[in-house]
């Protein structure tokens, strides 16, 4: 029988769960920072259309990415957390160099896919502007596999550091290399969706230097750190069975989100250029936010070139332009018609790269807690998985809650400060809207990870199912509404993640022992997340009066950008402060909670908890 060495059980805080975590928030709290110096002067350079265009190639890539290395990094952690906790050693070294090939074939499909059907992509995205950009982004799949195999092997090992400094390099490239490329193309006269190809291609760059730091960490650091052990590592027919039993459904459960993102994408822009076709009445919803001059003229052309009762419909007009009949006619209506759908398109992708940022700071949460809790489980310590379950889901709705009701509060001024080139009467109820689904998601994607770590691994993929379904349905109906239109989109986004939400809280006080009190959990995050919203409601508007001044001519007072800029940055430093007392009045966090963080006792002390 082969000896297996002792597993280590060192106390350090740097091995704790939150400590994992915390390095992870650090890391991509300064990524979510850089991600807005590039997001936001990048929507400000190539515009509306453009932004539609870089959105329309990162969601491809985002999908055919998921599939080749979402759940890999999991499963490697997860099995890599399992055999340290055991002191298997040499089944660590197997476990990595399998899966590390699995990664590099995946990736490899993936950029052929991206790369000689990005035409069709594109196309099935209902904008064809979107091909070069997904064609720049061809080669980073591969990058990523590799560096997604390299992370999850650290992560493993509970070192957070080089996936923390890795994204931050990436991060870094993707900023200067991206935002450089859009500006000169921009300024040389180029077209919007080239300017958008010129800032993906940060973005390749990126994970290129990404990957060469991540191999010389292992290189030098990691591989010759860790101890040859004497276990003996199970056949690659056994670890390849168990990488891909874990990883397989939480690929489907990850990838659920990116595909149904990409339906529903593809979806709504398909449903705004129908009804923008066969509904001209449509076009009052968006009075103010296009200029609707050249769609107007090429309808027209369009209709007198059309056979005698056939009908004017989007599947007609498409059916023409592959047909080339009649000459150019068809062509141009349909450039006109994807062009306003794309800055309409544009505007609301300006709303969701703001509402994404809390749901991504999620990722240090859900990335440490299926090692954390997969590791005691091995050690057979339930209490001691319970607890960073429950743990993992208070600090989750202590950040989720209040940003999700600033975002509702605060939308149109947010784009406003924000965003230059977009319509904040146009994108701001839209971020709005989507601020009430940031706690549904940000909850669902921890409460999934907890899942996950005790072995149901199966669950969330039909979780997602169900969810995303209802969003896509949902869209449908509304979007094709000219009643509703763009406005709609928004709203399958509450549905469906307030749905999954609520399932996966309910599986998990099913099927997992000791689970956590919800009631404890949700309240007093809830409680001061309102009093919050109510604060920054307050105060915003009081500012906006006050610093409002009619113009010269005018007759109605108006706000300046840099007054909104003071009301906004006033309201939000406000909301800040009055959720930080609430919550340490209520108690919200607990002293078991700041135990597992860094310097916890000390918080605790200082809070007098």
């Not at 055991?86 to 590390?100: A, D």
């Not at 399932?503 to 309102?530: G, H, M, N, Q, T």
């Not at 001519?553 to 940055?569: D, I, K, Q, W």
Request: proline share 4%; charged share 10%.
């Amino acid at each position: 029988m082969a000896r297996y060495d002792a597993p280590s059980r060192g106390s350090g805080k740097q091995n704790t769960f939150f400590g994992g975590a915390a390095i992870l928030a650090v890391g991509i709290l300064v990524v979510k920072l850089i991600g807005m110096f590039y997001k936001i002067p990048l929507t400000n350079i190539i515009g509306e259309q453009g932004n539609a265009d870089f959105n329309n190639a990162y969601y491809i890539y985002s999908v055919l990415l998921t599939i080749s290395t979402a759940g890999l990094p999991v499963a490697v952690s997860k099995l890599v957390s399992e055999a340290n906790a055991l002191g298997r050693h040499n089944q660590v070294r197997r476990t990595f160099q399998l899966s590390l090939s699995l990664f590099l074939g995946l990736g490899l499909v993936s950029f052929l896919v991206m790369y000689f059907r990005a035409d069709a992509l594109a196309g099935l995205m209902n904008d064809d502007k979107a091909a070069a950009g997904i064609r720049a982004l061809a080669p980073a799949v591969v990058c990523v596999g590799c560096l997604a195999a390299l992370r999850g092997y650290s992560q493993g090992h509970n070192n957070m550091a080089p996936t923390s400094v890795s994204q931050i390099i990436e991060a870094l490239c993707k900023l200067v290399v991206g935002l450089a490329l859009a500006y000169w193309l921009i300024k040389a006269g180029q077209p919007a969706d080239m300017a958008a190809a010129g800032a993906i291609t940060g973005v390749t760059v990126g994970t290129m230097v990404a990957l060469v730091y991540m191999v010389l960490n292992y290189v030098f650091k990691q591989a010759g750190g860790h101890r040859l052990g004497q276990d003996e590592a199970e056949s690659a027919s056994v670890i390849l069975r168990d990488i891909l039993r874990i990883a397989i459904p939480i690929t489907l459960s990850s990838s659920m989100v990116g595909i149904v993102t990409v339906i529903d994408s593809s979806l709504v822009q398909g449903q705004i250029q129908r009804t923008l076709l066969e509904n001209p009445d449509s076009w009052t919803l968006y009075a103010g936010f296009v200029d609707f001059a050249p769609l107007e003229q090429a309808l027209a052309a369009w209709k007198e070139a059309l056979p005698a009762g056939a009908a004017a419909t989007l599947a007609a007009l498409n059916e023409q332009v592959e047909q080339a009949n009649p000459p150019g006619v068809a062509l141009a209506l349909k450039e006109a018609i994807q062009a306003v759908s794309r800055t309409l398109y544009g505007n609301y992708s300006g709303a969701l790269n703001i509402y994404n940022l809390p749901t991504s700071l999620m990722a240090a949460v859900t990335a440490a807690v299926i090692p954390a809790v997969s590791g005691a489980l091995a050690r057979r310590d339930r209490r001691g998985a319970a607890k960073v379950a429950g743990s993992a889901m208070r600090i989750s709705a202590l950040v989720a809650f209040p940003m999700g009701v600033g975002l509702f509060v605060l939308g149109t001024p947010i784009i406003r400060l924000l965003f230059t080139k977009l319509n904040a009467n146009l994108a701001g109820p839209l971020l709005s809207t989507l601020g009430l689904a940031t706690v549904f998601v940000c909850m669902m994607l921890v409460c999934n990870s907890i899942l996950q770590a005790h072995g149901f691994v199966s669950l969330p993929v039909l979780v997602m199912i169900v969810g995303g379904a209802l969003k896509i349905f949902t869209n449908y109906n509304l979007v094709g509404r000219p009643s509703v239109g763009i406005y709609g989109a928004p709203a399958g986004n509450i549905l469906c993640f307030g749905l999954c939400l609520v399932l996966d809280l309910v599986l998990i006080a099913r099927v997992i022992p000791r689970r956590p009190r919800y009631l404890e959990i949700f309240l007093k995050p809830f409680l001061a997340s309102l009093l919050m919203g109510g604060a920054a409601w307050a105060v915003y508007g009081l500012l906006s009066r006050v610093l409002s001044r009619v113009p010269a001519g005018g007759t109605e007072a108006v706000l300046s950008r840099s007054g909104n800029a003071l009301a906004t940055l006033l309201a939000i430093g406000v909301a800040v402060t009055v959720y930080g007392v609430l919550a340490v009045a209520l108690r919200a966090i607990s002293r078991d909670d700041l135990a597992l963080m860094p310097k916890g006792d000390k918080i605790a002390r200082l809070l007098r908890l």
